[in-house]
Nanobody, 127 residues
Framework: QVALAESGGGLVQAGGSLRLSCRAS???????????MGWFRQAPGLEREFVAC????????KYADSVKERFTISRDNAENTLYLQMTSLKPEDTAVYYC?????????????????WGQGTQVTIPS
């Protein structure tokens, strides 16, 4: 099993920035088999939605249209950590942000293919 722990959430004014982190822990061989990692978010009253994902090498990324040009996903495999740099934050970015990981190599926006999920971290942008 691979455990994922998010951190870095908080309250930020509109237009501000925030960086989320997600650290993976567990058996080394299982962590090394994690290929794609991603971020999803769930706003109050809405379904959880895709934000961004990244390949193991970091060369390939995919973003939701709503965050493109504002958010940047990256990862540090030596530290087993995934990041989400968020800039120009808007009230509609308010949500619980979840980290996810999968052993498959295909970058996907779908939630079912992801094998592991974190508990989430709250991001609040007041209007």
């Amino acid at each position: 099993q691979v455990a994922l722990a998010e951190s870095g959430g908080g309250l930020v004014q509109a237009g501000g920035s925030l960086r989320l982190s997600c650290r993976a822990s567990g058996r080394t061989e299982q962590i090394e088999e994690v290929e794609v990692m991603g971020w999803f978010r769930q706003a109050p009253g809405l379904e959880r939605e895709f934000v961004a994902c990244i390949s193991r090498s970091g060369e390939d990324t995919k973003y939701a249209d709503s965050v493109k040009e504002r958010f940047t996903i990256s990862r540090d495999n030596a530290e087993n950590t995934l990041y989400l740099q968020m800039t120009s934050l808007k009230p509609e970015d308010t949500a619980v942000y979840y980290c996810a990981a999968r052993h498959g190599t295909v970058l996907t926006r779908l939630q079912d293919p992801y094998d592991y999920w974190g508990q989430g971290t709250q991001v609040t942008i007041p209007s």
